[in-house]
């Protein structure tokens, strides 16, 4: 197997929407936000279709392939996924190119209700208080300037999990990261084995954000993780100047 991480294409949605809709099957948070029994996979299938639009021009969409299975490269197969936002530094406006990419996509999202006769099994009423939640959250947590990379989507097919796959769509984005200094941050609602997973990529736990619908019975935890930026400096000696040593320092969060 030699698996490329590369930007998500057109060509690529198809494979994509079906790692994310495979991998996320038993996720605590789709089987709070979805009700089963009035579930869409089609109407799902077309929302993420629009979101990954939005994410080639939006985000850091990247998918990972398997380029020894196939001959041609419309045909290799997606074995994983990854969405990620560029750090927004807080003194920064959101520019107008990306409001107007973001009422797109709120639009494409209203056009699709319309097209199915509602949301496809979503509890509305849910997903408003995750979102409600999410942002408190990150408004306790978030207090660098510059920003975080926030990782939004990261899935593996079940059967090419355990493989490196998810460790290689979290390098390409935790490598940059590094180099500019900047922290990342992820959610999580499925504790195993997520937090060994990401523990081990250098992210440690940050706090737990619970998402109550009424009652106890309706009840989600989030875990909060944050990465701080691995700080590295290039060391080089004049007596061996074909040579520079890495030196690097991990900072511990608090
Ligand atoms: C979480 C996920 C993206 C990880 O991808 P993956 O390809 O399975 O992970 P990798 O094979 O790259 O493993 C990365 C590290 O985690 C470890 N790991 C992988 N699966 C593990 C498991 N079940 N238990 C403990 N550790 C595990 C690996 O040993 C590896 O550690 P190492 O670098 O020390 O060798 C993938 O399992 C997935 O899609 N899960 C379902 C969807 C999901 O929960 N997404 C995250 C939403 S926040």
């Known amino acids: 197997m030699t698996i490329e991480v590369v930007p998500l294409t057109e ?9 994310i809709q495979r991998a996320f099957e038993d996720d605590p948070y789709y089987k709070w936000v979805f009700d ?6 089609k109407r799902n299938y077309d929302s993420l279709a629009a979101r990954c639009r939005w994410g080639i021009n939006n985000a850091i969409f990247q998918v990972a392939k398997d380029t020894a299975t196939a001959k041609d490269s419309q045909s290799f197969p997606v074995l994983g996924v990854s969405c990620w936002m560029a750090p927004q530094p807080a003194a920064q406006p959101e520019s107008w190119y990306t409001w107007y990419q973001g009422w797109v996509l709120s639009f494409n999202q209203f056009l699709t209700n319309i097209r199915y006769l509602g949301h496809g099994g979503l509890r509305t009423n849910r997903y408003w208080i995750w979102k409600e939640n999410q942002q408190k959250a990150q408004a306790q947590i978030w207090d660098d300037p510059r ?7 990261v899935a593996v ?15 390409t984005v935790t490598k940059q990261a590094d180099q500019e200094g900047i ?5 999580s609602s499925k504790n195993v084995p997520n937090v060994q997973i990401y523990e081990g990529m250098g992210f440690e736990m940050s706090r737990e954000m619970e998402c109550r619908d009424g009652d106890d019975a309706c009840m989600l935890d989030f875990t909060n993780f944050l990465r701080v930026a691995v700080p590295t400096a290039l060391l080089y000696d004049e007596k061996s100047p074909n040579q520079v040593m890495l030196a690097v320092g991990i900072r511990k969060f608090a």
Do not use: R
């Not at 089963?36 to 996979?41: D, G």
């Not at 920003?147 to 989507?153: E, K, L, P």
């Not at 922290?183 to 959610?187: G, M, R, S």
């Open 11 to 19: 060509d690529d949605i198809p494979g994509a929407i079906q790692v």
């Open 36 to 41: 089963a029994s009035t579930f869409s996979k």
């Open 147 to 153: 920003g975080y990379y926030f990782c939004n989507i």
């Open 157 to 171: 097919s079940p059967e090419a999990q355990g493989k490196g796959i998810g460790k290689l769509l979290f390098e």
């Open 183 to 187: 922290k990342c941050y992820l959610e």
